[in-house]
């Protein structure tokens, strides 16, 4: 059974940082890649990922919205992946999901995400 857990969501000041992971267990398959997505409140699940990381080689990808403020990154040995936030602002108040793809290479469209985390919810107060 293929499991997505993602972690380390919480309440921050604009200006701070949080850390979030995402633990996936259960598939096979050494062509994946990760992607985050975000659900803002008030509005749906977003359909390109900020940030996607294709697992075997770690090339990553980031929109331009969290670009030198976010990096993912991953942890073979724990098949986690982690994502490092800084400098929150309030409109990255979102419930932040981690979903597989199984790929080679990496899309970051929803449609190439097969496995999906339950989200964590991540709250910048200004």
């Known amino acids: 059974e293929v499991q997505v857990v993602e972690t380390g969501g919480g309440l921050v000041q604009a200006g701070g940082s949080l850390r979030l992971s995402c633990a996936a267990s259960?598939?096979?398959?050494?062509?994946?890649?990760i992607g985050w997505f975000r659900q803002a409140p008030g509005k749906e699940r977003e359909r390109e990922s900020f940030?996607?990381?294709?697992?075997?080689?770690?090339?990553?990808y980031y929109t331009d919205s969290v670009k030198d403020r976010f990096t993912t990154s991953r942890d073979n040995a724990k098949n986690t992946v982690y994502l490092q936030m800084n400098s929150l602002k309030p409109e990255d108040t979102a419930i932040y999901y981690c979903?597989?793809?199984?790929?080679?290479?990496?899309?970051?469209?929803?449609?190439?995400?097969?496995?999906w985390g339950p989200g964590t919810q991540v709250t910048v107060s200004s």
């Open positions: 940030s996607c990381i294709e697992y075997s080689d770690g090339s990553t």
């Open positions: 979903a597989v793809g199984i790929m080679s290479g990496y899309g970051c469209h929803v449609a190439d995400y097969d496995y």
């Open positions: 259960g598939f096979t398959s050494d062509d994946y890649a």
